[in-house]
């Protein structure tokens, strides 16, 4: 099982890394109706990105 030490950390980790690229979006795409976009907006960026680099 793994603590709660090391979940802790994995998912700081994480904010670090997504947090920012969300942060940018976020100024482009604000919250509507209190429904944050940003993250469907990165995936979208992302998957975009992937076809394009194929």
């Given amino acids: 099982m793994v603590s709660a030490i090391y979940k802790q950390q994995f998912f700081d980790f994480l904010a670090r890394i997504i947090e920012p690229p969300l942060e940018v979006i976020r100024k482009v795409i604000p919250p509507m109706a209190?429904?944050?976009l940003s993250p469907a907006a990165l995936i979208f960026?992302?998957?975009v990105l992937q076809h394009i680099l194929r």
Avoid: A, E, K, S
């Fill in 34 to 36: 209190g429904l944050d």
């Fill in 45 to 47: 960026i992302l998957v």
